[in-house]
């Protein structure tokens, strides 16, 4: 499961415990990415990501962090990313977990056509975004037959909406609460002009 985790939130970890029962997947490795093709750069810096997302999940012992884009460093592409995961784990079966408003998007991604050879996608609605069905996947260029589709509730919690919160100064609750405390004792996301979209 990619993402800027810019903060991890409780939704990701909702999504991602969906994605586990509904694919029955033994494992969810949370890939922080480096710089996001598709949007500006995450507030929070790579390492303090990486941070954060390793606080978010500890108590799982399902969950994972992989540093593998932080540490390639660039543009992330998951084709690279879901490449150089096959050959550090060789015996493993991967599959990529997108939230629908991610997965829509799909089509416009480099070499989709090799993501897809590489993974299995998995696919879990999003509050917000309509609840997806197989005629929607083939819009965004997924074959439903090959796709696990997960609809399922998860929290309606964004980064970028907690983002907001933090630099107006108002309570968030929707993080695990050592994200909370390295985000107050960081300072991050506090200053205005800092906070993305
Ligand atoms: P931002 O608002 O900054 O985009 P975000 O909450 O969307 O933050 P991302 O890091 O962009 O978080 O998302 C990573 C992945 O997690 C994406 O596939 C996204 O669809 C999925 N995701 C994020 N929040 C949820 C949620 N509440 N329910 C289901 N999937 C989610
Ligand atoms: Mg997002």
Redesign the pocket.
């Known amino acids: 499961m990619g993402?800027?985790f810019d903060p991890i939130h409780l939704g990701h970890l909702a999504a991602a415990r969906v994605a586990m029962e509904c694919a029955e997947l033994d494992r969810v490795l949370f890939v922080p990415s480096g710089t996001p093709p598709h949007?500006g750069p995450a507030v929070a810096s790579g390492a303090q990501r990486l941070e954060m997302s390793r606080l978010a999940i500890d108590s799982e012992s399902a969950f994972e962090v992989s540093d593998v884009e932080i540490r390639r460093g660039g543009t992330s592409y998951t084709t690279d990313t879901l490449r150089e995961l096959k050959r550090e784990r060789p015996g493993d079966q991967l599959f990529l977990v997108l939230?629908w408003?991610?997965a829509r998007q799909f089509s416009s991604w480099r070499e989709p056509e090799e993501v897809r050879r590489l993974a299995t996608i998995v696919v879990v609605s999003r509050p917000g975004s309509e609840s997806p069905d197989a005629t929607m996947l083939v819009a965004a260029g997924l074959d439903p037959a090959k796709t696990v589709l997960c609809v399922r509730p998860t929290p309606d919690i964004?980064?970028?909406a907690l983002r907001r919160a933090i630099a107006a100064g108002e309570p968030v609750r929707d993080l695990a609460p050592a994200v909370e405390r390295y985000i107050a004792k960081h300072r991050l996301y506090m200053d205005n002009r800092d906070v993305g979209c």
Do not use: E, I, V
């Open positions: 993402g800027t949007r939230g408003d991610a964004s980064g970028s």
